[in-house]
């Protein structure tokens, strides 16, 4: 998740914070099927005009849909304008602060059991190959953006912006990288070893698809960052050219 996209879920659940849109919400997302702006009015007990400004407030934040369609018995020619009618948006809100990735961590979980089944190898096994591909996968995504041969400059951007996406939180100091978050603050808290090496394999695998083959990622586990830690190397040193 992108800075703008926080900023967008922030936008859409600090609407929720007026009274009378919330009550709007929760009455038209408890209904079996979309309501007009009257329904709507007459639910929650406000003027129509205020029900149609809060209403049209919450499909402009991402939180309601709006459809239209005539009252049952009225179709054909005479039949008036279809109403407006709104229901609840298709679109998912999550905001954790810190920022976590518990969906992320369930899905790579679930691959790893699924895989470990399929393939008869160990489950922590087949959860670091999942998380390595995964992150392969965002790490060739971003090299793609910045092209093949990227400064080394724009690469470590391009690498910080991979990582804020996963909700590390990178911090750049000369000697490489801190991630002062961990998405999986919870699971890691209560499965330590588990977890830190899916994170590991996840940024890893993020390093390989961008070719970033100056920075190495290790264990380095600290109370008040992510476990995962990121090393500078000097070109002498890196084992691969980056660009």
Known sequence: MSAEDLD???????????PVRRQLYRYVTGQPEPVSRDQAARGVGVAHHVAKFHLD??????????????????????????????RRSARQVDITLPERRYELAGRLLARAVSDAEHDGMPIDAALRRAATETGRARGEEARRRVGPRPSRTVLMAATAE????YGFQPRTDPDGVS?????????????????????????NGLLVGLRASRLTATLDPAPTRCCVRLAKHSAAEAPDAQS
């Open 8 to 18: 967008a879920r922030l936008a859409s659940v600090a609407s929720l914070a007026e």
């Open 57 to 86: 407030r919450l499909v402009t934040d991402g939180l309601l849909d709006v459809a239209y369609r005539r009252p049952p018995g009225r179709d054909g020619p005479g039949a008036g304008r279809p109403a407006k009618v709104y």
């Open 162 to 165: 991979a990582l804020e996406g």
């Open 179 to 203: 991630l002062t978050n961990c998405p999986f603050h919870t699971l890691a808290r209560d499965y330590t070893d588990l977890v830190c090496q899916m994170n590991l394999a996840l940024v």
